[in-house]
């Protein structure tokens, strides 16, 4: 308090020490010198108000800080300690300029000149075959192998376990690194997911990660990465999660209820896999996504006139190339 | 077996490995731009005030005043400028904002404390004698216009140069609105103004920045660490601001050519309001500089260091180089024509323009070499400019000392060869410099790729 | 560098034991391996050159040093990429030493094997001899920078630029170093290295600077481990666009290692004699990858039978359900197979646990990695890593030595296990399965001594260790994996051959000296002329 009293007295001096020159038109070194020793000293008032003024998280070194203010204060006669005052009250009120648009425009990609050199690219139909045929040589068995980087996971991962006896070393190493870096992936991602849910600040998150979990673990299963007792383990994972996902979600979509068909069925427990495949219609799930696995059921069941039933359903829609056998096998078609 | 090649991963990575590329760069030579935005205004308060206030050498002091104050706050803060900005620069390149506020604010002590520690000094022995109010003005307004020039050359590394004219634009409305209403308190009045202008305009800057930029600290000093210094630059700034000032400062030294108007303050007339003139010339070529380089130029340049940084092929890198070299030719080129017009309207108009304003036909052949010689200033900026981008700082250094070192000798032998002369030495010095530049720009963009990947 | 100072340093020594990433500082069984023979040898002096990739990616010395090792030395072949800056300094190259440079590319490309000796030749005169291609050349001349342009213009199929630049850059710079290394390294009398890469490269150069015998002990097949961190490796970038791809191609660069490690090896290989192979199949490759086959030939792990014998009286009478992989926890021992077999184990019998006991240290991304998988399969309190053990302590508690690994040689730990009485469950990688099913008939009818499966399959793993843990299954591989080991793979038959070896080489290279000065050789090898200035005199 008695500091900004100070701090006042002392510009109250000063101005009136200004008026007097401005009055005067005095031409003496000795009231400059005067003048200058007395401004320094309501200055050096005028810091130590500025100081207090400071919010204390900003000062490091308090003398540092206030030697700041002196010196501008100082130099600047009268306007240092307008400036210092709109510096301390006026920044912090100034308006955060708007983020970045989250949006970038990006130009047209350009063409590389920079072509491959090597025309002679690998063409091979029948990968499957000719990767087993271990009197093919090994650099072209190689090329194959890792052509296999491009293909659909479900439909690589098969091929490559296979691999993973074969006799070359090479190959099998190769394929084993293919393996586990999409294995690496998905658990990377897995450990985020886990840690996200463990980090959840409100319950929301919290159950948007176990979605995200159960969802990781199906991936293990439906990239044909885990087998035996680790597949039912990864189904228990995804099931447990998916649960406590769906436990208070109300008017969910359909895809998470599809979901725990498809786990509940995988574990075997067909007639709670049946339960959720309906709820997945009932929320709006088109019929045929789920028809196939409705006969699936029936067909454990040994119920083939139900088989019959459903499969028939399916006739109504045309464009699932890949049942079609399936129903012309039943004589549907 | 734990061979060595399994650790190679760590070295892979390729921004550790190419070094931090500046993708910001200087527009800092730029930031010498202003001081003609000042010139300009100190000229138009001179020719308002001229009627007005009696006597009419009030004026001329207010004038010569301003003027030395720009000088000697260029000179003494030129080797903070660069340095300053390129520090700014690769922190923003590091995505350090933090660092921002609290870094000028500590540059800004830096300089107060030298600047007003210079001022008090010569306030008491150099100006001993003159009006008190007028040394305290004196005083507040070198301080005053040593942080306008940090602040300044800061907000142009950052390309705010929208914000840069709007802010000089305000602060000299105010110094000659305040000027011209002030008239009455004379010379005291005038430079109270001028001040108040410079104050405004460095609190709008100081604003601008703690806008954009938060720091959690009030003040930290990194920028005078010493892996952040860069001596090269700080020789750079000084040997620039030294090289555009000396003809100016010999001149007014030289007991033929000038007369004393203020305590130690000299001027001179013959060769002032010439010189100040020819400034008003280069704006355009300014303008086009600046589209030029800061679009074109920086467009193939950021494609370059792109290609280059993350991946590009030979091929394409090399092309983005010749682009960058058609865009630097170009813009020279433009320069060129845009200022040999402004040349063309000066040398036709140049008459008619001296005798409305009263001025004597006699400053005519010397408005007319000192206009050429701003021009080629212009190409001197755009040139070094591009250096600064490149990051050839050793060649900015040759062609500095060279501008500077010409600059004083030869307008030490114009001084001598007598007023027939009297121009040539600065047009003649920046010639030089010009095509020392050229040459040096041409055979180091014929090696740049292989200087970029192999010299590292 | 802390502690570099004391390391003993000697004017000559008899054999130098030429390390890359292994003793003293790695531990793991080629380490164990080179201590062994350290200590089985006292009356030679030996000098060890290490070297490393960079100072921070070891910590300290993991052995004590031996008392015949007379001499140490430590070179990191990563920590010196580029230049100080004051050295960068722009000039134009020799173009002779460049147009070598391009000859020798030029026969690495034709792919033929006809003028591989020529090539090596080559190698080794720009490397160390009279027209040596100077280091800063190679770093900052115009006429490197033309042949690495035109090289990729030639053949990179991958569009980054810089990625090339600093894959050339990185791969070839650690050469220059082990040049220097070669021409300092104290006088020796015979060299031998435990691998090719780059500390087989280094005893090539010093083989033919010097003239002296290079042995070649390989324990794992040096190129193909590189190719397995190549396969895995994700930091190597494919910046091919979908138009520039080869979908039946690695990354450009991953196969520019690959050529760089095999013609490492190709020289290792051209000047060592005798080559040696752990086991049968490694022979085989290192003659297809160039070794000539007259010089081959197989020498087997070995292990102190006495010394690990008392530790089968210390075990209980039954037969604990610890399942132990003693290994260092990096990629290539598939830790992580282990840990999932366990999950099964455990389901099937909550009684098993599994023991991991190695360092972590090493590569700690992959350490972190096998963690989270022990949470996330609920395995915590039944999977333990236990760090580095002593194998005394560890032996006498648990039921089976598993390696899960996707390549080994001649694991030491089987050998270990069976001499303390434990059988072994590994993956049918390197000499596994003639380690635990028997070589030769007269082998083969000692039993198994523990079970094989294929790699990466948690599930025939976790099958074979409840089959082998049954007590009749398990009592007869511990009596056929003793018999084993004591018939075929004790220590003293290694050290016989091993005597032989260094006996042969020393006496080789004594003759090939002047009898007063002993180490020194005579002529250059390369140019047949004896040194004469200082600039390229022989160090004494």
């Given at each position: 308090m008695s500091q900004s009293k100070l701090a006042l007295y002392a510009l109250l001096l000063e101005l009136s020490a200004l008026l007097q020159l401005v009055m005067t038109h005095s031409t003496s070194d000795l009231v400059f010198a005067s003048f200058m020793a007395t401004h320094a000293i309501a200055s050096a008032a005028v810091a130590s108000l500025a100081l207090l003024l400071?919010?204390?998280?900003?000062?490091?070194s308090a003398q540092v800080d206030w030697l700041f203010f002196f010196s501008m204060v100082l130099c600047v006669p009268l306007l240092g300690f307008c400036g210092v005052m709109i510096g301390l009250l006026v920044a912090p009120l100034l308006p955060r300029p708007n983020?970045?648009?989250a949006l970038h425009t990006l130009g047209l990609p350009e063409l590389d000149?920079?072509?491959?050199?090597?025309?002679?690219r690998f063409r091979q139909a029948g990968l499957r075959h000719f990767l087993r045929?271990?009197?093919?040589p090994i650099d072209l068995r190689l090329k194959a192998l890792i052509t296999l980087?491009?293909?659909p996971v479900q439909f690589a991962s098969p091929v490559l376990h296979d691999m993973l006896?074969?006799?070359?070393e090479d190959l099998r190493l190769l394929a084993y690194g293919m393996l586990e870096s999409r294995e690496k992936q998905l658990n990377a991602d897995i450990r985020e997911a886990r840690l996200a849910r463990q980090a959840a600040p409100d319950v929301a998150t919290r159950r948007a990660a176990e979605r995200q979990l159960a969802t990781l673990y199906w991936e293990l299963i439906y990239q044909g990465l885990v087998h035996g007792d680790l597949r039912r383990h990864a189904a228990e994972e995804s099931l447990r999660f998916l649960e406590q996902a769906l436990q208070?979600?109300?008017?969910?979509?359909a895809g998470p209820h599809l979901l725990r068909g498809r786990l509940l069925q995988e574990l075997g427990r067909n007639e709670e896999a049946e339960g959720a495949y309906r709820q997945s219609v009932e929320h709006g799930l088109p019929a045929p996504r789920v028809l196939p696995y409705l006969a699936e059921l029936a067909f454990a069941r040994r119920d083939f006139a139900e088989v019959m039933r459903l499969l028939g359903e399916l006739?109504?829609?045309?464009?699932q190339p890949r049942l079609q056998p399936v129903l012309r096998l039943w004589g549907l078609t | 077996m734990a061979g060595i090649g399994f650790e190679l991963r760590n070295l892979l990575r390729r921004d550790s490995l190419l070094g931090?590329?500046?993708a910001y760069s200087y527009a800092a030579i730029i930031g010498s731009g202003p001081w003609v935005l000042s010139i300009v205004g100190i000229l138009f308060v001179g020719l308002l005030s001229h009627a007005v206030?009696?006597?009419?050498?009030l004026v001329t002091q207010f004038q010569v005043s301003v003027t030395y104050l720009i000088a000697g706050s260029l000179i003494l803060t030129g080797p903070l400028q660069l340095a300053f900005t390129r520090f700014i620069s690769d922190r923003l390149f590091e995505k350090r904002t933090d660092l921002v506020l609290s870094n000028l604010n500590g540059i800004l002590l830096f300089t107060v404390a030298i600047a007003g520690a210079l001022g008090v000094l010569c306030g008491l022995t150099?100006?001993?004698?003159?009006?008190v109010l007028y040394r305290i003005l004196m005083l507040g307004g070198f301080t005053l216009l040593c942080c306008v020039w940090i602040a300044t050359i800061l907000l142009s590394g950052l390309k705010r140069y929208g914000a840069i004219v709007a802010l000089y634009g305000a602060g000299y409305g105010i110094v000659v609105s305040a000027a011209l209403l002030a008239r009455p308190w004379g010379l005291e009045g005038l430079l109270g103004g001028f001040v108040l202008g410079q104050f405004v305009l460095f609190v709008g800057m100081w604003l601008l920045v703690a806008r954009h930029f938060r720091s959690p600290?009030?003040?930290?000093?990194?920028?005078?660490l010493k892996e952040y210094r860069y001596p090269s630059l700080m020789l750079i700034g000084l040997l620039y601001n030294l090289g555009v000032w000396a003809d100016k400062i010999m001149f007014w030294l030289y007991p033929d050519t000038a007369t004393a108007v203020i305590g130690p303050l000299r001027a001179s007339v013959i060769y002032d309001l010439p010189v100040f003139m020819a400034y008003l010339f280069i704006i355009p070529g300014m303008a086009v500089f600046l589209v030029r380089i800061e679009t074109d130029f920086v467009e193939f340049y950021d494609r370059f260091y792109n290609a280059v940084r993350s991946g590009g092929s030979l091929t394409y890198i090399e092309t983005m180089r010749d682009e960058m070299l058609y865009a630097i030719r170009q813009g020279l080129m433009e320069i060129g024509k845009i200022q040999t017009l402004a040349l063309l309207i000066a040398l036709i108009a140049g008459p008619a323009a001296l005798q409305a304003l009263g001025i004597?036909?006699?400053?005519q052949p010397l408005f007319n070499i000192q206009t050429l010689g701003a021009s080629l200033q212009v190409g001197l900026l755009a040139l070094l400019n591009v250096f600064f981008y490149l990051d050839q700082r050793r060649i900015v250094l040759q062609v500095s000392v060279l501008f500077a070192l010409g600059n004083i000798a030869f307008t030490a032998l114009t001084l001598h060869l007598g007023a027939a002369w009297y121009g040539y030495g600065y047009c003649v010095a920046t010639l030089l410099a010009l095509v020392v530049g050229l040459y040096q720009l041409d055979r180091k963009l014929d090696h740049l790729e292989y200087e970029t990947f192999m010299l590292q | 560098m802390k502690g570099e100072e004391d390391f003993p340093k000697a004017t000559e020594a008899d054999v130098a034991l030429l390390l890359e990433g292994t003793f003293p500082y790695v531990s793991g069984g080629v380490s164990s391996w080179v201590n062994q023979i350290i200590r089985a040898f006292p009356e030679i002096r030996f000098a060890l050159v290490f070297l490393g990739s960079?100072?921070?990616?070891y910590g300290k010395p993991k052995y004590a040093l031996p008392d015949n090792v007379v001499h140490l030395e430590t070179h990191f072949?990563?920590?010196?990429?580029?230049?100080r800056a004051a050295d960068i300094v722009a000039s134009k190259g020799d173009p002779l030493a460049f147009a070598r440079v391009v000859a020798l590319h030029e026969i690495f490309h034709?792919?033929?094997?006809?003028d591989l000796a020529a090539s090596d030749t080559l190698a080794a005169e720009l490397m160390l001899g009279n027209d040596v291609l100077a280091e800063s050349d190679f770093l900052h001349s115009e006429e490197a920078w033309g042949f690495i342009t035109a090289s990729y213009r030639r053949f990179?199929?991958?569009?980054s630029f810089v990625d090339y630049f600093w894959t050339v850059r990185i791969m070839h710079q650690p050469l220059w170093t082990l040049a220097r290394v070669a021409k300092e390294l104290?006088?020796?009398r015979a060299l031998h290295s435990v691998s090719t890469g780059y500390a087989g490269f280094l005893g090539s150069l010093l083989a033919r600077s010097r003239g002296l015998p290079l042995i070649l002990s390989e324990h794992g097949i040096y190129t193909k481990e590189r190719k397995i961190d190549l396969y895995q490796?994700?930091?190597?970038?494919d910046n091919r666009n979908i138009f520039q791809r080869?979908?039946?191609?690695?990354?450009h660069f991953r196969t520019m290692w690959i050529h760089f490690f095999e013609w490492l090896g190709r020289m290792c290989y051209a000047s060592a004699d005798p080559i040696i192979a752990l086991y049968e199949t490694n022979r085989l490759r290192q003659i297809s990858d160039g070794a000539l086959p007259e010089r081959t030939s197989n020498i087997p792990n070995g292990v102190a039978i006495a010394r690990l014998t008392p530790l089968r009286e210390k075990r209980s009478e039954a037969i604990p359900k610890v399942l132990c992989l003693i290994g260092?926890?990096?990629?290539?021992?598939?830790?992580k197979t282990f840990i999932r077999a366990m999950r099964i184990l455990v389901n099937r019998d909550p009684e098993a646990e599994g023991w991991i006991a190695g360092?972590?240290?090493?590569?700690p991304d992959y350490a972190r990695e096998c963690n989270d998988l022990v949470d996330s399969l609920g395995l915590t309190d039944k999977v333990?890593?236990?760090?580095f053990q002593k194998i005394d302590d560890l032996m006498p508690r648990i039921g089976l030595v598993v390696l899960s690994s996707i390549s080994e040689a001649l694991p030491l730990v089987i050998l270990e296990g069976y001499a303390a009485g434990v059988p072994t469950l590994a993956t049918d990688v390197g000499s596994c399965r003639q380690l635990v099913y028997g070589l030769d008939a007269e082998d083969q009818?000692?039993?198994?001594?523990g079970r094989v499966v294929g790699i990466a399959n948690p599930q025939a793993l976790a099958e074979a260790a409840i089959d082998l843990l049954q007590p009749d299954n398990w009592h007869a591989a511990q009596a056929a994996g003793i018999a084993r080991v004591e018939k075929y793979y004790a220590d003293h038959m290694m050290f016989d051959r091993y005597r032989e070896i260094y006996e042969t080489a020393l006496q080789r290279s004594s003759q090939s000296a002047t009898p007063d000065s002993p180490?020194?050789?005579?002529?250059?090898?390369?140019?047949?002329?004896a040194p004469t200035g200082k600039g390229d005199a022989w160090p004494a």
């Amino acid at each position: 308090m008695s500091q900004s009293k100070l701090a006042l007295y002392a510009l109250l001096l000063e101005l009136s020490a200004l008026l007097q020159l401005v009055m005067t038109h005095s031409t003496s070194d000795l009231v400059f010198a005067s003048f200058m020793a007395t401004h320094a000293i309501a200055s050096a008032a005028v810091a130590s108000l500025a100081l207090l003024l400071l919010p204390s998280h900003l000062t490091r070194s308090a003398q540092v800080d206030w030697l700041f203010f002196f010196s501008m204060v100082l130099c600047v006669p009268l306007l240092g300690f307008c400036g210092v005052m709109i510096g301390l009250l006026v920044a912090p009120l100034l308006p955060r300029p708007n983020r970045e648009a989250a949006l970038h425009t990006l130009g047209l990609p350009e063409l590389d000149p920079h072509e491959n050199h090597d025309p002679a690219r690998f063409r091979q139909a029948g990968l499957r075959h000719f990767l087993r045929n271990t009197r093919a040589p090994i650099d072209l068995r190689l090329k194959a192998l890792i052509t296999l980087q491009h293909a659909p996971v479900q439909f690589a991962s098969p091929v490559l376990h296979d691999m993973l006896a074969d006799a070359s070393e090479d190959l099998r190493l190769l394929a084993y690194g293919m393996l586990e870096s999409r294995e690496k992936q998905l658990n990377a991602d897995i450990r985020e997911a886990r840690l996200a849910r463990q980090a959840a600040p409100d319950v929301a998150t919290r159950r948007a990660a176990e979605r995200q979990l159960a969802t990781l673990y199906w991936e293990l299963i439906y990239q044909g990465l885990v087998h035996g007792d680790l597949r039912r383990h990864a189904a228990e994972e995804s099931l447990r999660f998916l649960e406590q996902a769906l436990q208070d979600e109300q008017g969910a979509d359909a895809g998470p209820h599809l979901l725990r068909g498809r786990l509940l069925q995988e574990l075997g427990r067909n007639e709670e896999a049946e339960g959720a495949y309906r709820q997945s219609v009932e929320h709006g799930l088109p019929a045929p996504r789920v028809l196939p696995y409705l006969a699936e059921l029936a067909f454990a069941r040994r119920d083939f006139a139900e088989v019959m039933r459903l499969l028939g359903e399916l006739r109504a829609y045309p464009d699932q190339p890949r049942l079609q056998p399936v129903l012309r096998l039943w004589g549907l078609t | 077996m734990a061979g060595i090649g399994f650790e190679l991963r760590n070295l892979l990575r390729r921004d550790s490995l190419l070094g931090l590329l500046q993708a910001y760069s200087y527009a800092a030579i730029i930031g010498s731009g202003p001081w003609v935005l000042s010139i300009v205004g100190i000229l138009f308060v001179g020719l308002l005030s001229h009627a007005v206030i009696v006597p009419n050498f009030l004026v001329t002091q207010f004038q010569v005043s301003v003027t030395y104050l720009i000088a000697g706050s260029l000179i003494l803060t030129g080797p903070l400028q660069l340095a300053f900005t390129r520090f700014i620069s690769d922190r923003l390149f590091e995505k350090r904002t933090d660092l921002v506020l609290s870094n000028l604010n500590g540059i800004l002590l830096f300089t107060v404390a030298i600047a007003g520690a210079l001022g008090v000094l010569c306030g008491l022995t150099l100006f001993s004698g003159l009006g008190v109010l007028y040394r305290i003005l004196m005083l507040g307004g070198f301080t005053l216009l040593c942080c306008v020039w940090i602040a300044t050359i800061l907000l142009s590394g950052l390309k705010r140069y929208g914000a840069i004219v709007a802010l000089y634009g305000a602060g000299y409305g105010i110094v000659v609105s305040a000027a011209l209403l002030a008239r009455p308190w004379g010379l005291e009045g005038l430079l109270g103004g001028f001040v108040l202008g410079q104050f405004v305009l460095f609190v709008g800057m100081w604003l601008l920045v703690a806008r954009h930029f938060r720091s959690p600290r009030l003040l930290s000093f990194e920028f005078a660490l010493k892996e952040y210094r860069y001596p090269s630059l700080m020789l750079i700034g000084l040997l620039y601001n030294l090289g555009v000032w000396a003809d100016k400062i010999m001149f007014w030294l030289y007991p033929d050519t000038a007369t004393a108007v203020i305590g130690p303050l000299r001027a001179s007339v013959i060769y002032d309001l010439p010189v100040f003139m020819a400034y008003l010339f280069i704006i355009p070529g300014m303008a086009v500089f600046l589209v030029r380089i800061e679009t074109d130029f920086v467009e193939f340049y950021d494609r370059f260091y792109n290609a280059v940084r993350s991946g590009g092929s030979l091929t394409y890198i090399e092309t983005m180089r010749d682009e960058m070299l058609y865009a630097i030719r170009q813009g020279l080129m433009e320069i060129g024509k845009i200022q040999t017009l402004a040349l063309l309207i000066a040398l036709i108009a140049g008459p008619a323009a001296l005798q409305a304003l009263g001025i004597s036909p006699l400053y005519q052949p010397l408005f007319n070499i000192q206009t050429l010689g701003a021009s080629l200033q212009v190409g001197l900026l755009a040139l070094l400019n591009v250096f600064f981008y490149l990051d050839q700082r050793r060649i900015v250094l040759q062609v500095s000392v060279l501008f500077a070192l010409g600059n004083i000798a030869f307008t030490a032998l114009t001084l001598h060869l007598g007023a027939a002369w009297y121009g040539y030495g600065y047009c003649v010095a920046t010639l030089l410099a010009l095509v020392v530049g050229l040459y040096q720009l041409d055979r180091k963009l014929d090696h740049l790729e292989y200087e970029t990947f192999m010299l590292q | 560098m802390k502690g570099e100072e004391d390391f003993p340093k000697a004017t000559e020594a008899d054999v130098a034991l030429l390390l890359e990433g292994t003793f003293p500082y790695v531990s793991g069984g080629v380490s164990s391996w080179v201590n062994q023979i350290i200590r089985a040898f006292p009356e030679i002096r030996f000098a060890l050159v290490f070297l490393g990739s960079r100072r921070e990616d070891y910590g300290k010395p993991k052995y004590a040093l031996p008392d015949n090792v007379v001499h140490l030395e430590t070179h990191f072949l990563h920590d010196s990429l580029g230049s100080r800056a004051a050295d960068i300094v722009a000039s134009k190259g020799d173009p002779l030493a460049f147009a070598r440079v391009v000859a020798l590319h030029e026969i690495f490309h034709q792919n033929g094997r006809t003028d591989l000796a020529a090539s090596d030749t080559l190698a080794a005169e720009l490397m160390l001899g009279n027209d040596v291609l100077a280091e800063s050349d190679f770093l900052h001349s115009e006429e490197a920078w033309g042949f690495i342009t035109a090289s990729y213009r030639r053949f990179c199929a991958d569009p980054s630029f810089v990625d090339y630049f600093w894959t050339v850059r990185i791969m070839h710079q650690p050469l220059w170093t082990l040049a220097r290394v070669a021409k300092e390294l104290i006088p020796v009398r015979a060299l031998h290295s435990v691998s090719t890469g780059y500390a087989g490269f280094l005893g090539s150069l010093l083989a033919r600077s010097r003239g002296l015998p290079l042995i070649l002990s390989e324990h794992g097949i040096y190129t193909k481990e590189r190719k397995i961190d190549l396969y895995q490796s994700e930091w190597i970038s494919d910046n091919r666009n979908i138009f520039q791809r080869d979908a039946s191609e690695l990354s450009h660069f991953r196969t520019m290692w690959i050529h760089f490690f095999e013609w490492l090896g190709r020289m290792c290989y051209a000047s060592a004699d005798p080559i040696i192979a752990l086991y049968e199949t490694n022979r085989l490759r290192q003659i297809s990858d160039g070794a000539l086959p007259e010089r081959t030939s197989n020498i087997p792990n070995g292990v102190a039978i006495a010394r690990l014998t008392p530790l089968r009286e210390k075990r209980s009478e039954a037969i604990p359900k610890v399942l132990c992989l003693i290994g260092r926890v990096v990629p290539i021992k598939d830790i992580k197979t282990f840990i999932r077999a366990m999950r099964i184990l455990v389901n099937r019998d909550p009684e098993a646990e599994g023991w991991i006991a190695g360092p972590q240290d090493e590569d700690p991304d992959y350490a972190r990695e096998c963690n989270d998988l022990v949470d996330s399969l609920g395995l915590t309190d039944k999977v333990k890593f236990l760090g580095f053990q002593k194998i005394d302590d560890l032996m006498p508690r648990i039921g089976l030595v598993v390696l899960s690994s996707i390549s080994e040689a001649l694991p030491l730990v089987i050998l270990e296990g069976y001499a303390a009485g434990v059988p072994t469950l590994a993956t049918d990688v390197g000499s596994c399965r003639q380690l635990v099913y028997g070589l030769d008939a007269e082998d083969q009818a000692l039993g198994a001594s523990g079970r094989v499966v294929g790699i990466a399959n948690p599930q025939a793993l976790a099958e074979a260790a409840i089959d082998l843990l049954q007590p009749d299954n398990w009592h007869a591989a511990q009596a056929a994996g003793i018999a084993r080991v004591e018939k075929y793979y004790a220590d003293h038959m290694m050290f016989d051959r091993y005597r032989e070896i260094y006996e042969t080489a020393l006496q080789r290279s004594s003759q090939s000296a002047t009898p007063d000065s002993p180490g020194q050789p005579m002529r250059c090898p390369i140019h047949g002329h004896a040194p004469t200035g200082k600039g390229d005199a022989w160090p004494a």
